[in-house]
T-cell receptor
Framework: GQQLNQSPQSMFIQEGEDVSMNCTSS?????WLWYKQDPGEGPVLLIA?????ELTSNGRLTAQFGITRKDSFLNISASIPSDVGIYFC????????????FGKGTKLTVNP | NAGVTQTPKFRVLKTGQSMTLLCAQD?????MYWYRQDPGMGLRLIHY???????AKGEVPDGYNVSRLKKQNFLLGLESAAPSQTSVYFC????????????FGSGTRLTVV
């Protein structure tokens, strides 16, 4: 089955720093999604990307749909303590499987 | 404004006991999913449903059963719990198969001793 490689697995940063994480796939996706999971909660959708090359922002978050359709990137600028959590990428093919394929997550720790 | 509600939030079972986890959504979504989350493993799909009365196996279905008798509810059953089923279980729903993303519940933390 399809697999997503998400990196890094974890990050420890100082408040105010920028963060970058990425997700790569061995196959093409038509949709890329980024979720954040706060401790003790379920994942919440941050950004959805629907076209190759698309760059979308949500506040301090910016995500890009890779040109090859096999990767996606998430950047967080000027991190703050509430950015702590696990960030998941997910890919989906609209024309095929109805299910999302999730990466294993990037655990972000922000030191004040 | 409830979205996806999971009950119970916490449960401790003894090996061999059975239980049912309930997922309820009030968004009239067709699609519903059950995932388990283990450290370092991310989210793994157990079973899913594409509409009332339908169910299908996901990536890790062994030891679990599901039912979708009503559109708004998706039940996950453990017939004979094992320590390997200690995990956090998440339910999700979506309106269609298109890439709008899923709405997740807040999870059920299950410990099997």
């Amino acid at each position: 089955g399809q697999q997503l490689n998400q990196s890094p697995q974890s990050m420890f940063i100082q408040e105010g720093e920028d963060v970058s994480m990425n997700c790569t796939s061995s196959s093409i996706f038509n949709t890329w999604l980024w979720y954040k999971q706060d401790p003790g909660e379920g994942p919440v959708l941050l950004i959805a990307l629907y076209k190759a090359g698309e760059l979308t922002s949500n506040g301090r978050l910016t995500a890009q749909f890779g040109i090859t359709r096999k990767d996606s990137f998430l950047n967080i600028s000027a991190s703050i303590p509430s950015d702590v959590g696990i960030y998941f990428c997910a890919g989906q093919n609209q024309g095929g499987s109805e299910k999302l394929v999730f990466g294993k997550g990037t655990k972000l720790t922000v030191n004040p | 404004n409830a979205g996806v509600t999971q009950t119970p939030k916490f449960r401790v079972l003894k090996t061999g006991q059975s239980m049912t986890l309930l997922c309820a959504q009030d968004m009239n979504h067709e699609y519903m999913y059950w995932y388990r989350q283990d450290p370092g493993m991310g989210l793994r799909l157990i079973h899913y449903s594409v509409g009332e009365g339908t169910t299908a196996k996901g990536e890790v279905p062994d030891g679990y059963n599901v039912s979708r008798l009503k559109k708004q509810n998706f039940l996950l059953g453990l017939e004979s719990a094992a320590p390997s089923q200690t995990s956090v279980y998440f339910c999700a729903s979506s309106p269609t198969h298109r890439g709008y993303g899923y709405t997740f519940g807040s999870g059920t933390r299950l410990t099997v001793v």
